[in-house]
């Protein structure tokens, strides 16, 4: 489990980085919408990756009761923080539950409900955190489109 927790400290420090930049913008570039970019906005894609995560570890692997935020009931980077430190706080309870039995599958439901999967703890993690690395590329070109400089969000910078 020290090894995960550790892994998603990298996640966080990561995402700082993120969410700070994304402090930078403002809320007209914050909500464009992209043609041409899944989910259409940046904020859109922020709150897409917190639904990841909530359905993923919250709603599949803790089986919580999980309300989903809405992309229209967002209107700042205050309120993604917000919905990000509810993520951390999954994470942790993920991360205390199933930390010493990664390769035990947990069984649940797709997020359509009609499949039943049995997916490893390992995988859902590395599932969600790599869900959130490639969202992230698309947000800084986003940015980049709309004439800001990103910053260096990788984990080694």
């Not at 439901?109 to 869900?131: C, R, S, W, Y």
């Amino acid at each position: 489990m020290k090894i995960l927790y550790e892994q998603y400290l990298s996640v966080q420090n990561s995402r700082k980085v993120l969410l700070h930049y994304c402090e930078s913008l403002s809320n007209q570039d914050f909500t464009k919408e992209f043609e041409h970019f899944g989910r259409g906005s940046i904020r859109n894609l922020l709150v897409h990756i917190c639904n990841t995560y909530q359905f993923w570890i919250g709603k599949f692997s803790l089986k919580q009761d999980i309300l989903f935020a809405k992309v229209f009931d967002i209107q700042d980077i205050t309120q993604v923080k917000e919905l990000f430190t509810q993520v951390n706080d999954l994470i942790k309870i993920f991360l205390q539950e199933f930390g010493n039995q990664l390769d035990k599958p947990i069984i649940g439901q797709n997020f359509a409900g009609d499949k039943t999967l049995e997916i490893p703890p390992l995988t859902l993690f590395t599932h969600v955190i790599t869900h959130e690395f490639h969202h992230k590329g698309q947000i800084l070109s986003m940015g980049r489109h709309v004439g800001y400089i990103p910053p260096d969000t990788d984990v080694i910078r």
